[in-house]
């Protein structure tokens, strides 16, 4: 099996930076592509940033020039670096994979991490 291990969240105050990083350990044979979603209260939950193994990433318009992914394939970790917080950016923030498995053949397997909190205050 694959687990996804967040940590990085927490409080802040508006204009604020907070760094999430998530790393994946298990039975992996190779991963697609990693990323961040959020889930503000009382909303669903969205897309906040993605990165893949050959393209470039793809932001929330809401982020874009505020939150940066990276990924560090040999640790198999994801990060994102949140900077300019804001009120609206809280939310809990989940972690997502899509891997390949040994044993799995070529099917690709969808991952979530069990979310972080952030909150950013006025």
């Known amino acids: 099996q694959v687990q996804l291990v967040e940590s990085g969240g927490g409080l802040v105050q508006a204009g604020g930076s907070l760094r999430l990083s998530c790393a994946a350990s298990g039975s992996i044979f190779s991963i697609n592509s990693m990323g961040w979603y959020r889930q503000p209260p009382g909303k669903q939950r969205e897309l906040v940033a993605r990165i893949t193994s050959n393209t470039s990433p793809n932001y929330a318009d809401s982020v874009k020039g505020r939150f940066t992914i990276s990924r560090d394939n040999a640790k198999n970790t994801v990060y994102l670096q949140m900077n300019s917080l804001k009120p609206e950016d809280t939310a809990v923030y989940f972690c997502?994979?899509?891997?390949?498995?040994?044993?799995?053949?070529?099917?690709?397997?969808?991952?979530w991490g069990q979310g972080t909190q952030v909150t950013v205050s006025s």
């Open positions: 997502n994979a899509v891997i390949r498995v040994h044993g799995g053949g070529a099917r690709n397997y969808n991952y």
